[in-house]
């Protein structure tokens, strides 16, 4: 009995780590070939770093890929979308958990309708308003529709619905404090797992996203790394891979960093708002 249960355990381990493997290789791949120069990226695949880092960075810098700028835009963008998102989602999920008004079935089933529309069928709609607006080429049509993001919202009622008792407002109110201020002091501090969660992952897709700021920004002072990452377009006779995925390479290494440690909010925060009851 101890011995199929050892060797079940040891199955379990060698799937775990064949998965570590299995996730960690891509980016491990990317990081290897912005070590290489193109030839050898065209001879097959290593997983051994290759000497060409220094040549691939000057190439890099050599079709204005403004590193230290692109990481600027993307933090700027990414940093106040995140906190406008978890912040009014937030604010939105306890008024649906904490107050009974009339329509809070209806207006719970649109912001699920909501999380089912692709945010692609509005790119041109968005366009138009935000040029009609004269906020082409500014951060805050990156920034300020973070506000309304029914998926964070969602995910936060969840969470709220395993933590949340009347009985916590009602002592507050008796105690002279107004819903702000129950809001501010009581609910926030108590929803920390979920909100690092949600910002994390807000924070991620912020930085990630190409699509958008592609439609919106045309200076190149403001594109964002993502952005920047397209700019290494091939020449006529020669592709230096080796830049490209030097490029690559720097725009994901603070997404890498940022789930190395803080795995364990993303992990802790899913699991509590998958819990209910």
Known sequence: ?????????????????FLTILSILPFWVVLVNATRSAEQIQQGLSLWPGGNLQYNWSVLMGRGFNVFNGFKN??????GATVLNVYFSAL?????IAYEFRGKK????????????????????FYQFMNRLGLLNNFLPLILPAIAS?????????????????DLADSARLDGAGEIKIFHRIMLP?????????????????????LMPLILINDTEKYTLPMLVQLLKTDVYRTEFGSMYLGIS????PLLLIYLFLSKYIVGGVTAGGIKG
């Open 150 to 166: 029914p998926a964070t919202v969602f995910f936060l009622k969840q969470y709220l619905e395993t933590i949340y008792h009347p």
């Open 190 to 210: 108590l929803m920390k797992p979920g909100l690092a969660t949600m910002a994390i992952f807000s924070f991620v897709t912020s930085w990630n996203n190409f």
């Open 74 to 79: 993307s933090f700027l963008i990414a940093a």
């Open 106 to 125: 209806v207006l719970f089933a649109v912001i699920l309708g909501l999380i089912m529309i692709p945010q692609q069928i509005s790119m041109i709609g």
């Open 1 to 17: 009995m101890e011995n199929s249960y050892r060797a079940k355990r040891l199955l379990i381990y060698v799937f775990l780590v």
């Open 250 to 253: 720097l725009s994901i290494i």
């Open 92 to 96: 939105t999920a306890y008024g649906v």
